[in-house]
Nanobody, 121 residues
Framework: QVQLVESGGGSVQPGESLRLSCTAS????????MSWYRQAPGKQREWLAR???????EYAETIQDRFIISRNNDRSLIELQMNSLKPEDTGVYLC???????????????WGQGTQVTVSS
């Protein structure tokens, strides 16, 4: 069984930074791209950043130049370094991964439970 677990959320003031982590574990044959999404109160889930197996990254314009997505060597952990946080960055941050659980099976979409980030003065 595949599991994604996020950590690192919290409450900060505007302008401060946070680093989120997401760890994938369980039966994994191949872990493809991993992404961060944000669910703000009363809004649709928003894609923020993606990192591919070849380390290529993509960012949403709303967080471009403030957030950095990275991946560890065995590709099972990703991080999101969030700088210059704004009140509008408040929300639940969710990790998503495209994973092939076993060779011969198709890739599936997996989500973590999310970690809360609150930016307020």
């Amino acid at each position: 069984q595949v599991q994604l677990v996020e950590s690192g959320g919290g409450s900060v003031q505007p302008g401060e930074s946070l680093r989120l982590s997401c760890t994938a574990s369980g039966t994994i044959a191949h872990l493809s791209e991993m992404s961060w999404y944000r669910q703000a109160p009363g809004k649709q889930r928003e894609w923020l950043a993606r990192i591919y197996v070849n380390e290529k990254t993509e960012y949403a314009e709303t967080i471009q130049d403030r957030f950095i997505i990275s991946r560890n060597n065995d590709r099972s952990l990703i991080e999101l370094q969030m700088n210059s946080l704004k009140p509008e960055d408040t929300g639940v941050y969710l990790c998503h991964a495209r994973i092939r659980p076993r060779w011969g099976l198709k890739y599936g979409d997996y989500w973590g439970q999310g970690t809360q980030v609150t930016v307020s003065s």
